[in-house]
């Protein structure tokens, strides 16, 4: 049964650009949270999806958007990179009705240059 | 706002010794924290949980205990082996159902 699954693994891109990163929940998961970790700090939390909608939303500017599709699985956007937005990007997923389960992914490492 | 301190942020302990790692929370509301081990490359691994209505909470090697009246939890590894080396993260959950991350503890253990 495979976990939480994210894609790409590392990316770069140049200031101004836009990235768009994927994850695929834990089988039987519905709900997906995604995070930012800087480098030698905890993860921030950016939003959290549910049902195909936005649910709750981290101190995060709206460059940061995402998406839920069916499948729950889910992509998170981010436009006008800065270089601050150079990152490890996290995805959990759980079950709305136990919101205490996450499972993260790997991580996606953004480079902005 | 919400957050949490963690203590020490690096920590060096001779293989075979116990390690504790220290948080506190701001949220009074908070019941629920994990903690997570994050290793080189990877994402955060859930090691341990415990609940508000729990004093402490045991499972092989791994301990944490919650002092909910001072707003303290904290990580305890017995016997520390060399696979243990890595950074912990501990957490609280707010009224969001947002889990609120301390800094990290990076464990060092020495052969």
């Known amino acids: 049964d495979a976990g939480v699954t994210q894609s790409p693994t590392h990316l770069i891109k140049t200031r101004g650009q836009q990235v768009t990163l994927r994850c695929s929940p834990k089988?039987?998961?519905?709900?997906v949270s995604w995070y930012q970790q800087a480098l030698g700090q905890g993860p921030q939390f950016i939003f959290q999806y549910y049902e195909e909608e936005e649910r709750q939303r981290g101190n995060f500017p709206d460059r940061f958007s995402g998406h839920q599709f069916p499948n729950y699985s889910s992509e998170l956007n981010v436009n006008a990179l800065l270089l601050g937005d150079s990152a490890l990007y996290l995805c959990?997923?759980?079950?709305?009705?136990?919101?205490?389960?996450?499972?993260f992914g790997s991580g996606t490492r953004l480079t902005v240059v | 706002g919400e957050n949490v301190e963690q203590h020490p942020s690096t920590l060096s302990v001779q293989e075979g010794d116990s390690a504790v790692i220290k948080c506190t929370y701001s949220d009074s509301a908070s019941n629920y924290f994990p903690w997570y081990k994050q290793e080189l490359g990877k994402g955060p691994q859930l090691i341990i949980d415990i609940r508000s209505n729990v004093g402490e909470k045991k499972d092989q090697r791994i301990a944490v205990t919650l002092n909910k009246t001072a707003k303290h939890f904290s990580l305890h590894i017995t016997e520390t082996q060399p696979e243990d080396s890595a950074v912990y993260f501990c957490?609280?959950?707010?009224?969001?159902?947002?889990?609120?991350w301390g800094a990290g503890t990076k464990l060092i253990i020495k052969p």
């Open positions: 957490a609280a959950i707010n009224s969001n159902y947002q889990l609120i």
């Open positions: 089988s039987g998961h519905d709900t």
């Open positions: 959990a997923s759980s079950l709305e009705t136990g919101h205490y389960g996450y499972t």
